[in-house]
């Protein structure tokens, strides 16, 4: 400490904490090189003081909130007007509170034991939230039961991390008073929400779950997001999100939200007739390597709600849908309209399913529930709607396949050969070895029969865009067999106005 500073041990709180603030300013401004061992020990011994700070900070609140002045500046509570003063967040200020009235009124133990660095203020923020929050939990503090009073609590603290100790505490609250934690539970519920808010062309996702539910939400992500595949550069968070599309793909692909098994779009496209036609000149140009630009100024697909997709995903769900075509009048009248006709459904759907088995990216084993039938040749670019033309992709395969303009095409001893646009191919990253078979590890192998079809070369060529077979009239039966979707696929109304 330089000569002539107030001494952090010596006058009054104010000069102390001032002196604080010196010392910290020299703390700051000392850049000299630290070795790993040390670095740990200054870390451990910055958070102690950090927490000792917290304490003498939490009880300044309290002063600051009996005062009662803290009013004049029109604040609601003193958290708010702290917050204005200090420009930190009223959460933080409101936890600092809470946490100040608990130590000084039903935790001397916790606090004692943060003033002594023997557990962390975290602890103890965990403890004011959780613990003196009915009379039933007050009197167990303060009782005499050796197993559950608050020195029983600080004792676990001691030697459990905060998160540990968070459920031992919600345990502990839940056991001393049961009637309390199902009036929680009521108001935990009663907090539930979701907002779904368009933005930055998106949609935004807020929402609060009590913990039974989250678990529910969490244990179902899990089940549909599968191990990562190839080429799969999503953080683990991109793959939830999309994860939560495809439990909602799933309920409506099956038909399970209720309205009978009537064929219902999930999703209507609307798509002007150039823009369409373009479809199969976006895929040629690709499909030569010259990636040129999208042909300009064609009118967006739209959804119903006039949101536009953009061209690559306008491609991806034309290619496993229901099309029909709309011809409207110039002033918007529907001049004709044509029969619904759906790709890749029934049997074709069935022996694509029974011949890839699960999606056939490199090194992907989604099953066929999450997935869709791509046509190999582009729908749009007289593609058949074949067993041969067509292959399991999960869904995010199957945009990721569009989104890239990814070729495939059959090997000769079976299976795929997936490659960029520059050419190069792609392998199964995590075993670190170009694919040669048909699927994964454990992937049985394509049977003699299925084998017989060789998928993709055999399709005619220059054939009139339309799925080879008709869709049945009447809402399709509810049919055992391979897991996947025979319900309605996204649909796609082509329309054109005359001019
Ligand atoms: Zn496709
Ligand atoms: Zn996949």
């Given at each position: ?83 204005q003063q200090e420009g930190v967040s009223v959460g933080t ?117 009590t913990v039974e539910h989250g678990a529910a939400l969490t ?281």
């Amino acid at each position: 400490m330089g000569s002539g500073a107030a001494h952090v041990g010596a006058g009054s709180l104010v000069e102390r904490v001032r002196a604080l603030r010196a010392a910290a300013v020299a703390l700051v401004a000392d850049r000299t090189p630290l070795d790993a061992g040390d670095a740990a020990l200054v870390h451990r011994e910055l958070r102690v003081v950090a927490d000792m700070v917290g304490l003498v900070s939490a009880r300044a609140i309290t002063v600051v909130e009996e005062d009662g002045r803290w009013a004049l500046s029109g604040a609601r509570t003193v958290a708010e007007h702290v917050a204005q003063q200090e420009g930190v967040s009223v959460g933080t200020v409101r936890r600092e509170v809470q946490l100040s009235k608990a130590l000084g009124a039903d935790l001397p133990v916790t606090q004692a034991a943060v003033a002594a660095g023997e557990i962390t203020l975290e602890h103890a923020h965990v403890l004011a939230r959780i613990a003196p929050t009915s009379a039933a939990r007050r009197e167990a503090l303060a009782g005499g039961h050796e197993d559950r009073n608050e020195a029983a609590l600080v004792e676990q603290a001691r030697t459990t991390t905060v998160d540990q100790f968070r459920k031992t505490a919600s345990r502990w609250a839940t056991q001393v008073d049961a009637e309390a934690a199902d009036r929680d539970h009521t108001l935990i519920a009663a907090r539930e929400h979701l907002f779904l808010t368009p933005r930055d062309g998106g949609v935004a996702v807020n929402g609060f779950l009590t913990v039974e539910h989250g678990a529910a939400l969490t244990t179902a992500l899990r089940a549909v997001t599968g191990v990562p595949a190839a080429d799969d550069d999503r953080t683990p968070q991109a793959r939830q999100a999309e994860a939560l599309v495809g439990l909602a793909r799933l309920t409506l692909d099956r038909g399970l939200a209720g309205g009978g098994s009537q064929v219902r779009p999930h999703l209507s496209v609307h798509v002007p007739w150039n823009t369409f036609r373009a479809l199969a000149d976006d895929a040629r140009t690709t499909a030569d390597g010259t990636n040129a630009a999208a042909p300009v100024s064609l009118l967006p697909a739209e959804l119903d709600s006039g949101e536009p997709l953009a061209p690559t995903l306008l491609a991806r769900i034309a290619c496993d849908s229901e099309i029909t075509r709309i011809v409207f009048g110039p002033s918007g009248q529907v001049l004709d309209v044509g029969r619904a006709q759906r790709t890749y459904t029934g049997q074709l759907r069935r022996a694509v399913v029974a011949r890839d088995r699960c999606c056939q990216f490199p090194g992907c084993h989604a099953p066929p529930a999450l997935g869709e039938i791509h046509h190999v040749q582009p729908w749009s670019r007289s593609g058949p709607t074949s067993v041969a033309n067509g292959i399991l992709l999960c869904w995010h395969h199957h945009d990721l396949v569009h989104q890239r303009h990814l070729r495939i095409a059959p090997r000769a001893t079976g299976g795929w050969e997936f490659a960029r646009v520059d050419g190069s191919v792609l392998t199964d990253q995590r075993h670190g070895s170009m694919l040669k078979t048909t699927g994964p590890p454990g992937h049985a192998p394509v049977p003699p029969g299925h084998a017989a079809v060789p998928p993709g070369r055999t399709a005619p060529q220059g054939r009139v865009t339309a799925p080879s077979r008709p869709a049945p009239t009447g809402p399709p039966g509810r049919r055992a067999g391979p897991a996947i979707s025979e319900s309605p696929r996204p649909k796609v109304a082509t329309y054109e106005t005359s001019r």
